[in-house]
């Protein structure tokens, strides 16, 4: 089977890494990857801040490049969100990108939902090592409702071992624009993140997307924590 | 639900929410236990209104004409919902609703006859027609503003005792 | 709080409260208890059923709101009640001082009612030498400390009991106890008091009926029924998006509203209030006056964002908010803070005033998930950020930010020059940003994964 990949633009900026893990990952599975070269961003960063201009222009240039009937796999709970969700309410107004908005939300999966439902990966005996945790990001959980997906995987990895995190699901902080508009609350939000995350003793905390592990990453080292900080993807990738 | 059920669930779901609750099987058995509850009373006032709280005694010594200055206010209530452990007071018949407001204590007979099941139920027995006055008392007053610690006893009683009778 | 067109100052608000370690510990403590006790009091129910029901009776009556409005009156007038339509804040102020002059009303107590704090009611009765006390135990605490409330349920949560203990003591001239027992028992002796020699009581209404006309008050301390059935006058003040079909449709909201605002099955009292005293009577005001107000609703009704005006009130989105529960109500400056809060407050004072306040959220969703009558808030939100940079409250910086996104998403190449000369400009940028999102995120790699796919 084939896929288009959607790295994301913080993939592509500043975690190819994750990108690279996911590739391995889906190829392990015998998934062809097909990698759309001109795809940017999908539009979130605007979309979150309330300029639906800028965002409807990343969602056209989306809807143009990822063209087709493939599945498209996409490492990120809000940016997979954001196609399936917000995509057809940007172009409500217009009937030929609408209907093709609602075609390709329909064929767009985030990452470890295409694993679970599609690959079965959650019962192929991947390996693991160490104590992970898992951090539930907002729009992945409550959006996409993706919620049992992360932690079959996670508590599937042979030789690692799964803490719950509490309060997996309270929000980090990050909150895109957010973060740029209120940094002193999105410290604070994610300070208090990383204190839970502290408390459970783990060595990597994970989870689907890099705005919020982004976020956590730097409220943990500025307390000069050693918690490791890794997308989903390179944990899974880890045992190949 | 037939009607010692629904009477189980009311004294199950009252006791919940802090009130005390008692059944008693007949008269007798209710003037013993406000015997009991009414011992070391100070000032009892009762607005005998209902036919169960006439047939009821209290200390004439005791007695209180005016509730705002009682330290226990004993009346028969209209009846209860059993869904919340609610008991029902109602204006209608001049009952004197506040009467059960303003004392520390507030002793309620409950008609067994009108606990009714849900707050449906209730409701439904007025349709439009409803009194001036229907309150839903569920246990004892209380407030958590300082801190979210629970303290009971605020403007209302801080005590509620219920005693069902048939 | 300010009622101007000045904009609030919520980036200066949140510092501050943020730098309050004693106000942090106090918002979180609180609302995690709230949180928790709401969650243990909803586990068995059926959830989802209830606010599906709640829903659709409130957009029945938002759909249908001028033949409701006109059933209240009547029943209303029917049972007893006199009625006063008023159209805003001042007309509202007005009728209700007018009431209480025309009776010779020197003192006034009150329970707990939003509606009041927002158009400002008690300095206009102190104005006009009427005393009005706060009978509801937070309302009470932040009257002596003469702050605004800082959540729409228990106002006073910003407070430890040490400083209620001072505050009690300097203003009340008792001994010094920081036990809320002792507290509670000096509010409840003095405030009786004021109870019995009260001429008139105020209440607001979280329903009101409009088959019977019926007005229905919650409380857990028994204030509401005291200030309603001690003083031989009562008024009411209500919104109209209030209104409630019939009384067959009380009971859903009756177990609604306690669950979802504390997890209790039921406030301690619930009160059907129908008209005054009638003959034969010996419970009820002599004279019940309802002020039903619009304030900027039926505006709201006809808008997109009509779907705030189902809001019943219970503070769930409060109490699972994030960004509330690290900064509390105070640093909003308005009168309802909060998820809800955003909303209203943008819808009744205007963006010119609330545009900063629209920054108070990271659109986690916790809010719409807690929500009893199903108000979609997040959608919402959204709207309002798109109108603020619509009309021009973006912050100049990031609109240019914004302006070059635009300028390079539709072309890869341009995309990746970006990424180029972001890569190179960032150590700079770093210096510059503090705590700003510079310092926070990573530098742009050398090599990024677009090139390593080629």
């Known amino acids: 089977m084939r896929i288009q990949f959607f790295s994301t633009c913080l993939v592509d900026t500043f975690f190819p890494e994750t990108g690279e893990a996911a590739l391995r990952l889906l190829r392990r599975f015998g998934v062809e990857v097909a990698y759309p070269k001109e795809q940017t961003c999908c539009g979130k960063p605007p979309h979150s801040g309330g300029y639906t201009h800028e965002a409807r222009k990343a969602a056209e240039h989306f809807l143009s490049v990822f063209d087709g009937a493939d599945p498209i796999v996409i490492p990120s709970g809000s940016c997979a969100s954001m196609i399936k969700n917000h995509y057809p309410e940007l172009f409500k107004d217009n009937p030929r990108l609408l209907e093709k908005a609602r075609k390709t939300a329909e064929r767009t999966y985030e990452l470890t939902q295409f694993l679970v439902h599609v690959l079965n990966a959650h019962e192929a005996g991947l390996k693991g090592t160490g104590r992970i945790t898992y951090h539930a990001s907002c729009q992945l959980t409550r959006e996409l409702s993706v919620k049992e997906e992360p932690l079959l995987l996670l508590n599937s990895l042979q030789g690692a071992e799964f803490v719950s995190l509490p309060h997996a699901d309270r929000c980090c902080g990050f909150g895109g624009i957010f973060m740029a508009r209120q940094p002193e609350i999105s410290v604070a939000l994610a300070e208090e993140k990383a204190a839970t995350i502290r408390n459970t003793n783990a060595d990597t905390v994970t989870g689907c997307d890099h705005g919020c592990l982004m976020n956590i990453h730097d409220a943990l080292r500025r307390r000069g924590d050693n918690v490791a900080v890794k997308h989903i993807a390179q944990v899974l990738a880890e045992g190949l | ?166 | 709080m300010s009622s101007s067109r000045e904009a609030i100052t919520f980036r200066a608000n949140v510092q501050k409260a943020l730098r309050d370690p004693m106000l942090r510990e106090a918002i979180k403590r609180a609302t995690d208890t709230f949180v928790t006790k709401r969650t243990e009091g909803i586990a068995s129910l059926p959830m989802e059923e209830w606010r599906e029901k709640a829903s659709t009776i409130r957009m029945k009556v938002l759909d249908n709101l001028p033949q409701y409005v006109e059933q209240f009156c009547a029943s209303a007038e029917r049972a007893g009640a006199k009625v006063y339509q008023a159209v805003d804040a001042e007309s509202a102020r007005r009728t209700v001082a007018g009431i209480l002059e025309d009776r010779g009303v020197k003192k006034v107590v009150k329970a707990k009612s939003m509606v009041t704090e927002e158009i400002h009611l008690n300095p206009c009765l102190q104005e006009r030498g009427i005393d009005v006390l706060e009978t509801d135990l937070g309302e009470y605490i932040v009257q002596l400390a003469a702050e605004a409330p800082s959540h729409i349920l228990a106002p006073a949560i910003h407070k430890t009991r040490e400083q209620i203990g001072k505050l009690f003591a300097e203003k009340l001239g008792v001994d010094y106890s920081d036990d809320p027992t002792v507290l509670t028992r000096v509010a409840r002796n003095v405030l009786r008091t004021e109870f019995l020699t009260a001429d008139a009581g105020i209440t607001g209404a979280p329903f009101a009926v409009a088959d019977t006309g019926s007005l229905v008050i919650f409380t857990n301390e028994g204030n509401g029924r005291m200030v309603t059935t001690v003083p031989r006058l009562h008024v009411a003040v209500l919104t109209i998006e209030k209104l409630l079909p019939s009384v067959t449709d009380l009971p859903s909201f009756v177990r609604l509203l306690p669950r979802s605002a504390t997890g209790q099955m039921l406030s301690s009292y619930v009160s059907v209030i129908t008209g005054p005293r009638k003959p034969g009577d010996f419970t009820g005001a002599d004279e019940l006056h309802i002020v039903l107000l619009d304030n900027g609703r039926w505006e709201i009704l006809k808008g997109e964002y009509r779907e705030i005006l189902k809001c019943i009130r219970c503070s769930a989105c409060l109490n699972v908010c994030p960004v509330y529960r690290a900064i509390g109500g105070h640093a909003y400056d308005s009168t309802y803070p909060g998820p809800m809060g955003i909303v209203l407050t943008a819808l009744l004072e205007g963006m010119e005033r609330a545009h900063p306040v629209l920054d108070a959220t990271t659109l986690c969703g916790a809010c719409v998930d807690a929500c009893p009558v199903k108000v979609p808030l997040v959608r919402l939100l959204c709207r309002l950020r798109e109108a603020s940079v619509e009309e021009g409250f973006a912050p100049l910086l990031e609109k240019r930010g914004m302006s070059a996104y635009g300028a390079v998403v539709s072309s890869p190449v341009m995309f990746a020059f970006g990424q180029t000369l972001a890569r190179i400009f960032w150590p700079f940028a770093q210096k510059l940003s503090g705590y700003g999102p510079m310092s926070r995120i990573p530098r742009p790699v050398a090599r990024a994964f677009r090139r390593r796919m080629l």
């Open chain 2, 1 to 166: 639900m037939n009607n010692d059920r629904v009477v189980s669930l009311f004294m199950e779901n009252a006791t919940k929410c802090g009130a005390e609750t008692f059944r008693a099987a007949g008269l007798d058995e209710a003037q013993r236990l406000l015997d009991d509850l009414l011992r070391n009373a100070k000032s009892i006032f009762c607005p005998g209104v209902g036919e169960k709280e006439r047939a009821l005694v209290i200390p004439p010594e005791k007695r209180e004409e005016d509730y705002r200055e009682a330290s226990v206010c004993v009346e028969e209530v209209f009846g209860a919902v059993a869904e919340t452990g609610s008991i029902v007071c109602s204006s209608e018949g001049g009952r004197v609703v506040q009467a059960g407001l303003l004392p520390p204590h507030h002793v309620a007979i409950v008609p067994q006859e009108r606990i009714y099941e849900t707050v449906e139920d209730l409701f439904a027995l007025w349709g439009q027609d409803i009194p001036t006055n229907v309150t839903l008392e569920t246990g004892p007053s209380r407030t958590a503003d300082i801190e979210l610690t629970l303290t009971i006893g605020v403007h209302g009683p801080e005590r509620l005792t219920i005693i069902v009778a048939p």
